[in-house]
């Protein structure tokens, strides 16, 4: 299977042909969250963009097996060496258990991307359910001379790996510059060789509560060797893509090959490393270590102190597709303002289509307005062979939609164009809006408010005693299992029982 897509990779730094290494089968790993909060703005960005990425692949056909993880162990304040466990910190404060955190958050943020209507992820490995796997990957960087014990604990020994191999390659950070940017003897690092180390194992201290057994000691693996570990075991030695956002880059990401590369895999894990662009607010990015995050539920609520208003889950998916993902994206109300107005305009154009009945038995098919449609329809994928262009393979949607206006208007004549014509727009537009982009019809309207318009009619039909539109009402309301009730007080309803 040999498809025209091609993906910009972070370790390239150009953008590749796509072609899988096992095809039709794509393995695609993408860091998942660390879950000792609610999902924020900036989550939803990889996680949509990633979802686009495996939504698309299959449209073309190819066979996706994605692994996004749980970070539930080893990612310590300000991602360091040292330092407490972000999830163990916050269940001492609240006293729970670290797992009762650990379940509160996975469930909200699958809630929320359920909300956004993200597809789960085929595998979700959580890090505390591979300790194995994570030992005898240290035991293999050990066996080959690039990591080293020290009071319990094990690092890696950057220096050692960087003399047959390139510590930086991904992110293009120079080992000679990092160690001059670097302090030695820095509060904590007396167990390392080099500043530049970094933790595959850490003893456990005595306040710490989530720890397991190794030859080292009782302690817990560190944050990076996590994905490592869980990537080869789902998708093997070496894969097609690696994913994340960019400020997992350097180091989370560089550690993750060093990590590859030193054990018996000897691969840079994935052939493919693809990042997403961060989403800022006032220009700077938005993190929980920064504070000046909005989380997904406030989103969806308005409940923020900078939101105008609510912004619903399709607003907010829309409102990062229409960016390119390896492209900035400033939070602002008027970008969401309009996002939901493209949003409600794509859905618009999705019922027109809906309701679009050819014309029967005509034969007045003119050539160019044939093909002007078909050349509109051909440009709706496109752009996302060219590195998943979201943002240009909307503008072609809101160009054919222009069209699609005129046809419902009547400017546009249906028959000017052949039904093979007709019937390709309308499955590629679909297509495109509902499996590719992953957007949904949300309900705007409110049954509750909508039920209390109809009674109002009833109660009007009553006063003017016109009772073929009481029964009819009462019929209506009947067959969706409402009965009307009426009462001294006035009209009510309830549920037929």
Same mark, same amino acid.
């Not at 749980?70 to 609240?94: M, P, R, S, W, Y």
């Given at each position: 299977?040999?498809?025209?897509?091609?993906?910009?990779?972070?370790?390239?730094?150009?953008?590749?042909?796509?072609?899988?290494?096992?095809?039709?089968?794509?393995?695609?790993?993408?860091?998942?969250?660390?879950?000792?909060?609610?999902?924020?703005?900036?989550?939803?960005?990889?996680?949509?963009?990633?979802?686009?990425?495996?939504?698309?692949?299959?449209?073309?056909?190819?066979?996706?097996?994605?692994?996004?993880?749980?970070?539930?162990?080893?990612?310590?304040?300000?991602?360091?060496?040292?330092?407490?466990?972000?999830?163990?910190?916050?269940?001492?404060?609240?006293?729970?258990?670290?797992?009762?955190?650990?379940?509160?958050?996975?469930?909200?943020?699958?809630?929320?991307?359920?909300?956004?209507?993200?597809?789960?992820?085929?595998?979700?490995?959580?890090?505390s359910g591979h300790i194995i796997e994570q030992i005898e990957m240290i035991q293999e960087i050990l066996d080959n001379g690039l990591?080293?014990?020290?009071?319990?604990?094990?690092?890696?020994?950057?220096?050692?790996?960087?003399?047959?191999?390139?510590?930086?390659?991904?992110?293009?950070?120079?080992?000679?510059?990092?160690?001059?940017?670097?302090?030695?003897?820095?509060?904590?690092?007396?167990?390392?060789?080099?500043?530049?180390?970094?933790?595959?194992?850490?003893?456990?201290?005595?306040?710490?509560?989530?720890?397991?057994?190794?030859?080292?000691?009782?302690?817990?693996?560190?944050?990076?060797?996590?994905?490592?570990?869980?990537?080869?075991?789902?998708?093997?030695?070496?894969?097609?893509?690696?994913?994340?956002?960019?400020?997992?880059?350097?180091?989370?990401?560089?550690?993750?090959?060093?990590?590859?590369?030193?054990?018996?895999?000897?691969?840079?894990?994935?052939?493919?490393?693809?990042?997403?662009?961060?989403?800022?607010?006032?220009?700077?990015?938005?993190?929980?270590?920064?504070?000046?995050?909005?989380?997904?539920?406030?989103?969806?609520?308005?409940?923020?102190?900078?939101?105008?208003?609510?912004?619903?889950?399709?607003?907010?998916?829309?409102?990062?597709?229409?960016?390119?993902?390896?492209?900035?994206?400033?939070?602002?109300?008027?970008?969401?303002?309009?996002?939901?107005?493209?949003?409600?305009?794509?859905?618009?154009?999705?019922?027109?289509?809906?309701?679009?009945?050819?014309?029967?038995?005509?034969?007045?098919?003119?050539?160019?307005?044939?093909?002007?449609?078909?050349?509109?329809?051909?440009?709706?994928?496109?752009?996302?062979? @060219?590195?998943?262009?979201?943002?240009?393979?909307? %503008?072609? =949607?809101?160009?054919?939609?222009?069209? &699609?206006?005129? !046809?419902? #208007?009547?400017?546009?004549?249906?028959?000017?164009?052949?039904?093979?014509?007709?019937?390709?727009?309308?499955?590629?537009?679909?297509?495109?809006?509902?499996?590719?982009?992953?957007?949904?019809?949300?309900?705007?309207?409110?049954?509750?408010?909508?039920?209390?318009?109809?009674?109002?009619?009833?109660?009007?039909?009553?006063?003017?005693? @016109?009772?073929?539109?009481?029964?009819?009402?009462? %019929?209506? =309301?009947?067959?969706?299992?409402?009965? &009307?009730?009426? !009462?001294? #007080?006035?009209?009510?309803?309830?549920?037929?029982?």
């Amino acid at each position: 299977m040999n498809h025209p897509l091609s993906l910009y990779n972070t370790l390239t730094r150009t953008k590749e042909p796509f072609t899988p290494l096992h095809s039709p089968f794509v393995g695609l790993y993408v860091c998942g969250p660390t879950v000792y909060g609610d999902a924020h703005l900036g989550h939803a960005r990889p996680y949509i963009t990633f979802d686009v990425m495996r939504r698309y692949m299959q449209y073309l056909g190819y066979k996706v097996r994605y692994v996004r993880n749980i970070t539930d162990v080893g990612h310590l304040q300000n991602d360091a060496d040292f330092g407490e466990d972000k999830i163990q910190k916050l269940a001492k404060a609240a006293q729970l258990e670290p797992m009762e955190v650990v379940q509160q958050y996975t469930n909200s943020f699958h809630r929320d991307m359920g909300s956004l209507n993200v597809l789960p992820p085929d595998i979700e490995p959580r890090a505390s359910g591979h300790i194995i796997e994570q030992i005898e990957m240290i035991q293999e960087i050990l066996d080959n001379g690039l990591a080293y014990e020290s009071n319990g604990s094990v690092y890696f020994d950057v220096p050692a790996y960087n003399k047959e191999h390139n510590y930086g390659k991904l992110s293009g950070r120079v080992v000679e510059d990092l160690l001059a940017n670097t302090r030695d003897n820095l509060e904590g690092q007396e167990e390392k060789r080099s500043p530049l180390d970094f933790a595959l194992w850490k003893k456990a201290s005595a306040s710490h509560i989530m720890r397991w057994s190794s030859p080292w000691s009782e302690g817990f693996p560190g944050w990076h060797l996590e994905c490592s570990a869980m990537s080869r075991k789902y998708l093997g030695p070496q894969f097609d893509i690696h994913g994340g956002g960019l400020d997992l880059m350097f180091p989370h990401h560089e550690c993750e090959i060093a990590q590859s590369q030193a054990s018996n895999s000897h691969s840079d894990s994935a052939r493919f490393w693809v990042h997403n662009n961060l989403i800022t607010i006032n220009g700077k990015k938005m993190g929980k270590s920064l504070g000046n995050f909005i989380t997904l539920g406030e989103l969806f609520t308005g409940t923020h102190e900078v939101l105008e208003q609510a912004y619903s889950p399709m607003t907010i998916r829309f409102f990062i597709l229409q960016a390119h993902y390896r492209s900035t994206l400033d939070f602002s109300n008027e970008g969401l303002q309009a996002a939901r107005k493209g949003y409600l305009k794509v859905m618009n154009g999705l019922r027109i289509l809906d309701q679009l009945q050819y014309p029967a038995g005509t034969d007045a098919v003119d050539a160019k307005a044939d093909e002007e449609i078909k050349k509109l329809t051909a440009e709706l994928f496109l752009p996302l062979n @060219d590195d998943l262009n979201t943002a240009k393979s909307i %503008a072609a =949607l809101f160009n054919l939609l222009k069209k &699609v206006n005129s !046809m419902h #208007t009547g400017g546009f004549k249906l028959e000017t164009i052949s039904e093979e014509t007709f019937e390709e727009m309308r499955a590629q537009y679909r297509a495109l809006v509902l499996d590719v982009l992953g957007l949904k019809v949300e309900q705007t309207a409110d049954a509750q408010s909508l039920l209390e318009v109809v009674l109002g009619f009833y109660k009007e039909a009553k006063e003017t005693k @016109d009772y073929a539109k009481v029964d009819a009402i009462r %019929a209506q =309301l009947k067959g969706q299992g409402i009965v &009307v009730k009426d !009462m001294k #007080t006035g009209i009510d309803w309830a549920y037929e029982e």
